[in-house]
């Protein structure tokens, strides 16, 4: 039998490229012993270590010695950690220590920081889940939500901006991690998996590679019972403060400003977009404005305009395209006319009724074509389809060889499932309303009943290893899911013991060390939204996402409204027949 195939960061070891790290081996004198790894991308590999002086876990970030010379994260990082106390500050990560490693392939630039558990996006995302059941408990939710509006006041507060605020960046820390043994470490979070280099046949042994390679732990599949309620919001790579505003995009596509598209650089107005965008996703545990593979600027102001209504005149004026779009579309079908504000409202109001369908997949999203739109990077010269077929051929021979066996299994299940799609399963193109004079988005909600449903986003993996929500703009610094940096802070209560009342259960020896079912955290299938809660949340949302930048508040303000702080009471139920 064939051996599994070990997921592993691209051989990058040779002058200027990773370090060679092996378990075990030590840093800084002897100070952090290599337990388990991380992650890794492009630019670094990302190592879990134990810190002798202090006791406790750690995240060790190597990056690749060419890179080490010039990392303007660093930079970023010591500012947040010097700067003023803040009631946000705890949710955000800061460096703990780094030092240098001099190496057989250079000098390399190592980070210390905390270490956190699965991201946002990774948690909705978990396999096995059916569309819709995975998704934090409402309370819950609410709470996660705060943190990250307070921990994004913090950022904004020392003068930075984040650029790339997304759900795969918002991680829920591990209870108690530092209290585990090593072999705990291996039961609850994965035994280390390794695989041999082979060198070539008449090769000089040398030490710029190592010996073997490690699999990164799979966050997606570490059990919740180990999850606290409390997050850490990572990923500074891109960050660069205001005052050297920046239009080098590397926000994920589904989490773009609309002012990106009309020539209007980065901000913390941008930053606040983006935080409209993740609020909708840990409630909803979908995406708010998904996409198929790479959108175009006409795709994702269409699907802007669906969500939220019409966009500014200003904007109009500079959209051709867009504005015969939106005449077709009136019409054709009238659709717009049915939802004059968007349809925003309607896409919170499906949170549960959906419960139990197929699990997501990127084939069923659908970006709305508009005529005399071309894709992005396209190359418009013909080619013959023996060139076509053999570009694609060896396209998917390449995906194919990054999947691990796991993932391979789940692919032919796929393949082998019979198509029952019903008509009603498939997206429509459901669109928004009449364009007003004003054209601001900020109208006070609707209370009408739930729609057509939006279409939930898309996970693009990037190149540094991580789920990153959407499509990315552009390469950016190194980061990886499930490291952080923040500062010692109490890490919460495990969210497997949050009662239904949302209370904490009475505590216990075996507390953290004993399973908890995850449905006393996790939403349970087909529970719906509240009119109630719908209505608040939506006018959080609006407030978030109004399209002018100048408009939108800031996260302090936001952090006060009532949503996050109110109680719901108990959602309806709707029944969900069981899969067959």
């Known amino acids: 039998m064939a051996s599994r195939r070990v997921h592993v960061e691209t051989l990058n070891y040779r002058t200027g490229g990773f370090h060679p790290v092996h378990l075990n081996d030590v840093f800084k004198k002897g100070r952090y012993t290599v337990i388990h790894k991380l992650g890794h991308g492009g630019f670094a590999t990302v190592w879990l270590a134990r810190d002798s002086i202090r006791q406790r876990y750690v995240a060790l970030k190597i990056l690749a010695a060419r890179l080490s010379r010039d990392c303007p994260e660093i930079e970023t990082l010591r500012r947040l950690r010097n700067s003023e106390n803040h009631e946000g500050k705890t949710y955000v990560m800061s460096l703990l220590d780094h030092f240098w490693i001099n190496g057989p392939n250079g000098k390399h630039l190592c980070v210390v920081s905390e270490v ?52 795969a960046n918002i991680l829920l820390q591990i209870a108690n991690i530092d209290e585990w043994s090593i072999d705990q470490i291996h039961e609850r979070l994965g035994f280390p998996q390794t695989q041999g280099l082979h ?58 400003a609309p002012e990106f598209n009309f020539d209007t ?4 107005k941008s930053d606040i977009w983006a935080l409209g965008c993740t609020i909708y996703e840990i409630r909803t545990g979908s995406c708010l404005f998904g996409y198929r593979g790479q959108p175009t600027r006409n795709q994702i102001l269409a699907s802007i305009v669906q969500i939220m209504g019409p966009l500014p005149d200003l904007w109009w004026d500079t959209w051709d395209e867009g504005r015969k779009w939106y005449e077709d579309s009136i019409a054709q079908d009238g659709q717009l006319c049915k939802f004059p504000q968007g349809k925003l409202h309607e896409c919170i109001m499906e949170i549960g009724l959906r419960d139990g369908d197929a699990t997501t997949s990127s084939s069923k999203l659908r970006n709305i074509e508009i005529k005399g739109d071309t894709p992005p990077n396209v190359d418009k010269r013909k080619s013959s389809t023996s060139q076509m077929h053999q570009v694609s051929t060896s396209h998917l021979v390449a995906l194919v060889e990054e999947l691990t066996t796991s993932e391979a299994a789940e692919v032919m299940e796929l393949v082998n499932k019979p198509n029952t799609e019903s008509s009603e ?27 057509e449903k939006a279409n939930s986003g898309s996970s693009n993996k990037n190149q540094y290893g991580s789920g990153s929500s959407g499509s990315k703009g552009t390469d950016k610094t190194v980061s990886s899911e499930g490291l952080s940096t923040g500062s010692s802070h109490p890490l919460g209560i495990p969210l497997g013991s949050i009662t239904d009342e949302g209370h904490q259960k009475p505590k216990t020896p075996e507390q953290v060390l004993s399973p908890k079912p995850t449905i006393d955290f996790l939403e349970p299938a087909g529970v719906t939204i509240s009119v109630l809660e719908g209505n608040d949340l939506e006018s959080l949302l609006r407030e978030t996402l ?27 139920v709707k029944l969900v027949a069981p899969a067959t």
């Open 116 to 167: 956190a558990g699965t991201s946002i996006k990774q948690f909705n995302e978990c396999p096995g889940f059916k569309s819709g059941t995975r998704r934090l408990r409402a309370e819950v939710a609410r709470s996660v939500a705060l943190q990250a509006a307070k921990g994004l006041a913090f950022i904004h507060f020392t003068g930075t901006v984040h650029g790339d605020f997304t759900t």
């Open 199 to 256: 060198r070539v046949q008449g090769a000089n042994e040398d030490t710029s590679a190592p010996k073997y390679t490690v699999e990164a732990i799979s966050m997606k599949q570490v059990d919740p019972q180990w999850l606290s309620d409390q997050i850490m919001i990572i990923d500074f790579g891109i960050s660069f403060l205001e005052v050297y505003s920046s239009s080098d995009y590397g926000t994920p596509k589904s989490y773009c």
């Open 265 to 268: 650089k980065r901000s913390m």
């Open 425 to 451: 399963d498939k997206p429509q193109s459901g669109s928004s309303g009449e364009k007003p004079n004003s054209g601001s988005s900020g109208e006070k909600p609707n209370s009408g009943s739930s729609g």
């Open 546 to 572: 109004q399209f002018l930048p100048e408009d939108r508040p800031g996260p302090a303000e936001l952090s006060a409204h009532h949503w996050f702080h109110d109680k719901y009471g108990v959602a309806v």
